[in-house]
């Protein structure tokens, strides 16, 4: 009765407190220097099944670890029972500065979920939520409890909800395949028995956009993921590397039809609106800046690979990259103040980052292998690329600042050309 009547006072207090203290900023993302917050997740509790609540647990510590903001300090199979959030010392000798409680009750295969953030150093209740589902829900539920941790103590909606694109040749043949943000859920997209490869989410995650030779020559396929429903752009020459324009239901792509690949507008449909360049050389891998007018891509204008920026209103261009002589995969990030690329050095291709103004070049990656392929985080923090350090290419993330590396995934073959997409809260 008591733990009853604590998670209800809880419970109305955490609306209180959302409505005095409003948001508090806790983590600063852009900090090269960031400190992690040392934060405690001991187990939940249930009144059916103990190994739900630790499941849950660590899903929830998993996920918030994930983004590398978080230290998760203590041992919480051994602090199970929730009473002792009340006791702000047994936390604090713990070296916690938050805690994350739960109790979980499930009833006719129906569960319901509370979860609580508190800050321990002030002794506040930051977040309380209540929600019902289906027992298959689990995760989903945790993961917006996560959301909500990430929003008030950053103020964007994080990473939680967003999906990861890949080519896999997991079956022998390269395919498009589909994860959640931590690798969770690995599925495929094609069964095409071919080569397909540059998959490109739209900005509403409701299409994808990939380079396909299933009819024996580089192709552009255009997919709804919810009704299968697929659209080609079969050109004469090669049609290769979709890009989709922020904001809207409109793509680019380099398409050579007309001779040297060029960078052609296109609708969501297919139809070309509008060629882009105009100029001496190859122009591929273009990528969209969020304010829906300047794309960077890749020329050989000057004979090697550099990156260029356009402006769509004003038709304008200029260099961006003249560091390297192998410049290439652009991929301009979601605040729109760096672009990630990689280049050739000492024989690796490795990731690296510059602000758009063409300062602050930076590396992200070292090591043996080739580093391949970024793709920005919906919220600028993560950056996942392709790796073959340990082997075959696998996908590898890391954050901005070049920390916090770690494997995606493993899957048999090789995992190569990351898409991360735009974030699809819900």
């Known amino acids: 009765m008591f733990l009853k009547i604590l998670f209800t006072l809880f419970f109305i207090y955490a609306s209180f407190a959302a409505n005095c203290f409003?948001?508090?900023?806790?983590?600063?993302?852009?900090?090269?220097?960031?400190?992690?917050?040392?934060?405690?997740?001991?187990?939940?509790?249930?009144?059916?099944?103990?190994?739900?609540?630790?499941?849950?647990?660590?899903?929830?510590?998993?996920?918030?670890?994930?983004?590398?903001?978080?230290?998760?300090?203590?041992?919480?199979?051994?602090?199970?029972?929730?009473?002792?959030?009340?006791?702000?010392?047994?936390?604090?000798?713990?070296?916690?500065?938050?805690?994350?409680?739960?109790?979980?009750?499930?009833?006719?295969?129906?569960?319901?979920?509370?979860?609580?953030?508190?800050?321990?150093?002030?002794?506040?209740?930051?977040?309380?939520?209540?929600?019902?589902?289906?027992?298959?829900?689990?995760?989903?539920?945790?993961?917006?409890?996560?959301?909500?941790?990430?929003?008030?103590?950053t103020g964007n909606r994080g990473i939680f909800f967003s999906k990861i694109a890949f080519v896999s040749k997991n079956s022998g043949k390269k395919e498009i395949y589909v994860c959640e943000f931590d690798g969770y859920n690995s599925r495929p997209v094609t069964k095409y028995n071919s080569i397909s490869t540059t998959p490109a989410w739209s900005d509403d995650g409701s299409h994808l956009a990939y380079t396909s030779f299933k009819k024996g020559k580089a192709d552009i396929i255009i997919k709804n993921i919810q009704d299968n429903s697929e659209i080609i752009i079969n050109k004469k020459g090669t049609n290769i590397t979709p890009a989709w324009v922020r904001g809207k239901f409109e793509l680019t792509a380099s398409?050579?039809?007309?001779?040297?690949?060029?960078?052609?507008?296109?609708?969501?449909?297919?139809?070309?609106?509008?060629?882009?360049?105009?100029?001496?050389?190859?122009?591929?891998?273009?990528?969209?800046?969020?304010?829906?007018?300047?794309f960077v891509f890749v020329s050989r204008k000057t004979g090697k690979p550099q990156l260029y920026i356009g402006n769509y209103l004003t038709g304008e261009f200029h260099r961006l990259t003249y560091e390297h002589n192998y410049n290439q995969e652009p991929c301009w990030s979601p605040k729109g103040d760096k672009i990630a690329f990689t280049t050739l050095v000492e024989g690796r291709t490795?990731?690296?980052?510059?602000?758009?103004?063409?300062?602050?070049?930076?590396?992200l990656t070292y090591g043996g292998g080739d580093n391949e392929s970024p793709s920005w985080a919906p919220d600028g923090s993560l950056i996942v690329f392709a790796s073959t350090k340990e082997g075959p290419s696998g996908l590898y993330v890391i954050s901005l600042h070049g920390k916090e590396q770690r494997r995606l995934l493993n899957l048999p073959g090789e995992q190569t050309s990351p898409a991360w997409s735009p974030a699809l809260n819900k």
């Open 22 to 153: 409003g948001q508090v900023d806790y983590i600063d993302i852009n900090s090269p220097g960031m400190r992690k917050i040392p934060i405690a997740i001991p187990n939940f509790q249930s009144n059916s099944s103990d190994s739900l609540a630790v499941e849950a647990a660590r899903a929830v510590s998993s996920a918030l670890d994930f983004t590398g903001y978080f230290r998760s300090v203590g041992d919480g199979s051994s602090i199970n029972n929730v009473d002792n959030i009340i006791l702000q010392n047994w936390w604090i000798d713990m070296g916690a500065e938050m805690l994350v409680a739960g109790k979980i009750d499930k009833n006719n295969g129906k569960i319901e979920v509370e979860l609580r953030l508190f800050d321990v150093l002030s002794e506040r209740l930051l977040i309380g939520k209540k929600y019902r589902g289906a027992q298959d829900q689990l995760r989903e539920i945790l993961l917006k409890f996560c959301t909500e941790i990430i929003y008030r103590l």
């Open 255 to 294: 398409l050579s039809f007309s001779g040297d690949p060029e960078i052609y507008l296109l609708t969501g449909k297919g139809k070309i609106i509008k060629r882009l360049t105009r100029q001496a050389g190859i122009d591929v891998s273009p990528s969209w800046a969020p304010d829906g007018r300047n």
């Open 350 to 363: 490795n990731v690296f980052v510059i602000n758009t103004d063409g300062g602050g070049l930076t590396r």
